[in-house]
């Protein structure tokens, strides 16, 4: 951040999008402890650490966006909703209901200097992680975060969002 500061004096945007699946199809009951705390330490801490980095310079300026690229597998309306569902990457969804949770803090933190904290689902995206017969490409899969990136003063904040649509946590 000392960096961007010296050559921009500012930071609008932080799109939180790096992630990690370690454990697919391995139940909570199954989950070794390193695999839990290397994506935690991907999918969560490396977001909290980044945006803990970055709203000093935001505050600075009363406005930024922040991004994090969640899951739809991190929604506590998906968790319920697939109980009886054994073998379903635990720690990549605990560490996205983490992030999730995360989003929520931040955005009421933040709110009266003008940043605005939201998560994105995605969906199935053509990378490495969700292969190459997801059904949606890159540029799909970016549009809601780039829209988030972008919104005015009266966007949203603190939501949960897929396809520009706001979606249950």
Not at 12 to 28: E, F, P
Not at 128 to 148: I, R
């Amino acid at each position: 951040m000392a960096r961007v500061k010296k050559a921009y004096g500012r930071l609008d945007v932080l799109v939180n999008n790096a992630g990690i699946i370690l454990d697919r199809g391995i139940s909570v009951l199954d989950v070794e402890e390193s695999v839990m705390k290397e994506t935690f330490e991907t999918n969560f801490f490396g977001a909290l650490r980044l945006i803990q980095a970055a709203v000093p310079l935001m505050k600075a300026n009363r406005y930024g966006r922040i991004v994090n690229l969640s899951s739809g597998l991190g929604s506590f309306e998906i968790l319920q909703g697939m109980l009886g569902l054994k073998g379903s990457s635990s720690a990549y969804r605990m560490s996205k209901t983490m992030l999730n949770a995360m989003t929520c803090l931040v955005a009421q933190e933040v709110a009266d200097f003008g940043i605005k904290v939201n998560a994105v689902c995605p969906g199935r995206v053509q990378t490495d992680m969700g292969g190459a017969d997801a059904p949606q490409t890159v540029e799909q899969g970016a549009d809601t975060a780039v829209w988030l990136a972008t919104i005015g003063d009266e966007g949203p904040n603190g939501g949960y969002f897929r396809d520009r649509q706001q979606i249950d946590w």
